[in-house]
């Protein structure tokens, strides 16, 4: 007895020890529902969802589709998401450096497109997998969408679904020095796994996605039973997420939205990007719409504002000169009615819009036309006159100083700076705090503006530190921003070079050009001081003079445009003097006619063309395998393809022959493919008479 | 003692007897009472049970063979989400010329595209349009056993000819020779016809049925 007890105690401390191992390696709880409930509550307060009615299914989906692709009023270019002047407001990491998507660390700004340790543009959702929704535009240059990423940490996801896994192989972010920085993911099985603190990012991204580019019908008000949302479009999140059931994909994505709540800089980046495209990420803003839409949760719409009777947009009228931007701002009646409003225009040829901005393009007048999102009645407008740029401009000046530049970074970069509404970027030396040191090894380094000046350019004063080196610096000035990444900015207009001293020299600047750029060629260091641009009236009395020239669209048409302002004086086709002209008359566009030797046959007759073609259509087969018959014939049509006009004068009866056993080959290709399609279209559709 | 013997070994053949019937598996046809249609037709109830299961997607390979090593190759893939279907398809056809324009690459040409089914209606078509209709939507097999012959039919498949094609497939169809295997346990694993078509050529269709997922692991 004794023997069994001291046994059976020694069993159970075993077991007591075994199962407290187990519960040692055992993970962290996922937080309850509850605790996931506080960390998903909504973070945006504004606005922008005043129209949205609906609490669930797709109904919701349907009025989150339409507000955010009808606000979304700029389309960002696959070039855009590489551009710094973009990336860095939208994926800063800290001392000038980007963020790195997957990896959560300093990313390195310099743009290589593949070289180890410099960044790409990695599509969260993979353009093989958009079903060929998107490649470098829409969806692949959305800003919502598009990530900087490492470039063998891209690699490394190829175009791998996301999914779920224990163990895998460890995706790290490498430096150029193939030092291991931080994890970035793991890959398992052809699936591509973020880390936990990204798993709700990409979930987020996913769904804007999937909202934002699918093609949906307007179902508002209909709801699949439970009041989920069912597919109806061409993208499934299947597509992306590696379950292999609709509803599992959902079930993951939902799960990642909960364990890895909204964080700042999600916050932060949405709002960048709001800036820029007019849209936002809905599942940034309300996380708790996924629940809403695609699980059980549902969500209560705003609290009804006092009803919207009238809104005002200020200024009413304003003048902008062509190739500048005017802010109109909404007033609404009473006043705690909501602002949300959609934007259109007029005539986009004269002004476009986006959020309440106004883009001056050529002159004219439009109007500008403000709906409210909550009472589509209720509208506002503007009229907006677009004057010649040199007339209306804005008067006034504004001061480049070391202070400028807050973030300095410790190597030659590109920097963004802000002032006086203008902004711009410079490619600099940060190493020395607020030095606002250039100095040039293999490039030029410049400072140059981004956004227009607001009138035209009348003077730039440069100003060198004081006990620093007077040095060299050239002035451009053009009527178009200077957004390159490598190399130097060239304008439009050369204003001279000249020695900048401590007392400052003073470009006087001619014309009506709004944009600029400071170049520095020289190899060592120089300091400078502050940089003073003034602007405004007519730019020392000289008017906008066009500058036409032709520019070919494409393969048929080209255009008459002014190279500085952008007027369009005319669209027409290609004009050539007869088919066989290669040239365009008015653009000089040089076109392909066929191939072989040139149009008309100018080669010399000598014979082998011809008898090469005869041979070839006497070895036509003409029964049995299809591919030898498929063959055989393409080897006559090349032949034939490579005569010229006179030989083909000349080959007429085999000409005939070779068309009369294509036209058998095209008959067995028939019956075949009825076959196929008889087969297929049984197999599809047993169980329907319309099969 | 003998009689004892003998009564028990007697016991002892016809368990023996039992037990081998038993580890054949399944019904046969030697088991059922003659004449008694009604426990087969049964059986075949539950397969029109299987076929009318949810299955969050279901591939079908369509194989058309002409003479001896010239195939066409046509895969479907039918996801169910709700009242949406989508199917994704990848289609190869042979290619014709166009008179005396290009040389061709490739003496087939393969189509690929996604065509949506919502509500019973064409939603969308993206890439190749193969025309699909809407009935693609509803998978239309029948089981009745007028409608084979040579059926061989347990708990876990089901092999025949087909001497009914068009109303085993619920759609016309001229072909000759159709063969049928079903495999499945509580609900279907795979489909697999053949048959002659009308010009000769051997065709081969292959569904297989995937079950709604409960782990959102995608592993």
């Known amino acids: 007895m004794q023997k069994v007890f001291n046994k059976f105690s020694a069993f159970l401390l075993s077991v007591v020890m075994l199962f407290g191992l187990v519960s040692v390696s055992v993970p962290a709880a996922e937080p309850s529902v509850a605790e996931a409930a506080e960390v998903m509550e909504t973070a945006y307060t504004g606005s922008y969802y005043d129209g949205i009615t609906a609490t669930e299914g797709n109904e919701l989906l349907g009025q989150v589709h339409d507000l955010i692709t009808t606000t979304h009023t700029k389309y960002t270019s696959y070039d855009d998401c590489k551009n710094p002047t973009y990336v860095k407001k939208t994926d800063p990491g800290t001392g000038g450096a980007l963020m790195e998507f997957y990896a959560r660390a300093n990313l390195s700004s310099s743009w290589q497109g593949g070289a180890s340790g410099t960044w790409n543009r990695e599509h969260v959702w993979c353009q093989s997998h958009s079903n060929g929704l998107w490649g470098t535009s829409g969806g692949g240059g959305d800003l919502h969408h598009i990530r900087p990423t490492e470039s063998r940490v891209n690699s490394s996801r190829s175009n791998n679904k996301y999914g779920e896994f224990s163990g895998g192989n460890t995706v790290w972010y490498k430096d150029a020095s193939n030092t291991q920085i931080a994890i970035a993911g793991y890959t398992s099985g052809g699936k591509f796994m973020p880390k936990d603190e990204v798993k709700g990012d990409v979930a987020r991204i996913v769904m804007y996605v999937y909202t934002h580019y699918n093609t949906f019908r307007n179902v508002y008000g209909s709801t699949n039973g439970s009041g989920r949302s069912s597919c109806f479009g061409n993208l499934k999140f299947t597509d992306i997420m590696a379950p292999t059931s609709e509803s599992a994909a959902i079930t993951l994505l939902l799960k990642w939205n909960e364990s890895d709540p909204v964080d700042q800089s999600e916050i932060t980046r949405n709002e960048e990007v709001y800036k820029i495209q007019g849209n936002r990420n809905p599942f940034i803003d309300h996380p708790e719409y996924a629940e809403a839409i695609w699980g059980d949760g549902t969500v209560t719409p705003p609290t009804p504002s006092d009803e919207l009777t009238a809104l005002t947009l200020t200024p009413a009228t304003v003048s902008v000169p062509v190739g500048q931007s005017r802010a109109l701002t909404v007033t609404a009646t009473p006043s705690n009615a909501s602002r949300a409003v959609t934007w259109e225009t007029s005539d986009a040829t004269v002004a476009t819009v986006a959020d309440g901005v106004v883009t001056a393009r050529n002159e004219g007048t439009a109007t500008i036309t403000a709906t409210s999102a909550v009472k589509p009645s209720v509208k506002a407008t503007a009229t907006v006159h677009v004057t010649k740029s040199s007339v209306g401009g804005e008067e006034g000046s504004f001061t480049i100083t070391r202070s400028t530049f807050a973030s300095p970074s410790a190597s030659y970069d590109f920097q963004s700076w802000s002032a006086g509404g203008v902004e711009g970027i410079a490619y600099i030396y940060g190493g020395n705090k607020d030095a606002m040191q250039f100095n040039s090894s293999k490039t030029e380094h410049y400072l140059a503006t981004t956004t227009p000046v607001p009138g035209a350019i009348k003077s730039v004063t440069v100003k060198i530190q004081e006990g620093k080196d007077d040095k060299e610096w050239a002035l451009y000035t053009s009527s178009s921003p200077y957004d390159e990444m490598s190399g130097n900015p060239s304008g439009e207009h050369e204003c001279g070079t000249q020695t900048v001293t401590e007392e400052g020299v003073t470009w006087t600047v001619e014309g009506s050009d709004c944009y600029f750029a400071l170049v520095y060629a020289d190899s060592s260091a120089t300091y400078l001081d502050s940089i003073v641009v003034e602007y405004g009236g007519d730019g020392s009395g000289s008017e906008h003079v066009h500058h036409y020239e032709y520019q070919s669209l494409d393969d048929t048409y080209h255009v008459y445009t002014c190279t500085e302002c952008g007027d369009v004086q005319t669209r027409e086709p290609h004009e050539y003097s007869d088919e066989n002209d290669t040239t365009c008359d008015k653009c000089g566009y040089e076109r392909t006619i066929g191939g072989g030797e040139g149009p008309g046959g100018d080669t010399p007759d000598d014979g082998k063309n011809l008898a090469a073609f005869h041979s070839a259509v006497a070895s036509i087969v003409t029964e049995g395998s299809l591919p030898a018959r498929f063959a055989s014939i393409n080897k006559a049509l090349e032949a034939y393809q490579a005569l010229s006009e006179s030989e083909k004068s000349l080959a007429e009866e085999d000409l005939e022959v070779l068309l009369a056993e294509i036209a058998l080959y095209n008959e067995t290709v028939r019956d075949y493919n009825a076959d196929a399609e008889q087969a297929d279209r049984a197999a599809l559709h047993g169980g329907s008479e319309d099969g | ?219």
């Open chain 2, 1 to 219: 003692m003998k009689k004892s013997v003998l009564i028990l070994a007697t016991v002892c053949f016809a368990a023996v007897c039992l037990s081998a019937c038993n580890l054949t598996g399944g019904k046969k046809k030697e088991d059922k009472t003659p004449g008694d249609q009604t426990v087969v037709q049964d059986e075949y109830d539950a397969l029109n049970e299987m076929v009318g299961m949810e299955y969050s997607r279901i591939v079908l390979t369509v194989t058309d063979t002409f003479g001896e090593d010239l195939t066409l190759t046509s895969v479907y893939e039918i996801g169910y989400s709700g009242d949406c279907v989508t199917i994704d398809y990848t289609v190869e056809r042979f290619t014709g010329f166009d008179g005396t324009e290009d040389v061709l690459p490739d003496p087939v040409t393969t189509l690929t595209g996604r065509t949506v089914i919502l509500d019973g209606e064409i939603f969308s078509v993206t890439g190749d349009d193969v025309g699909i209709t809407p009935s693609a939507a509803t998978l239309g097999f029948t089981f009745k056993e007028e409608y084979f012959e040579n059926a061989d039919l347990n708990e876990v498949y089901l092999k025949a000819d087909v001497k009914d094609p068009s109303a085993f497939l619920g759609t016309q169809i001229s072909c000759t020779e159709m063969k049928l295997t079903v495999t499945f346990f509580d609900a279907l694993n795979d489909i697999n016809l053949s048959y002659v078509s009308e010009n000769g050529n051997s065709v081969s269709l292959r569904y297989v049925f995937y079950p709604v997922e409960t782990d959102a692991s995608g592993s």
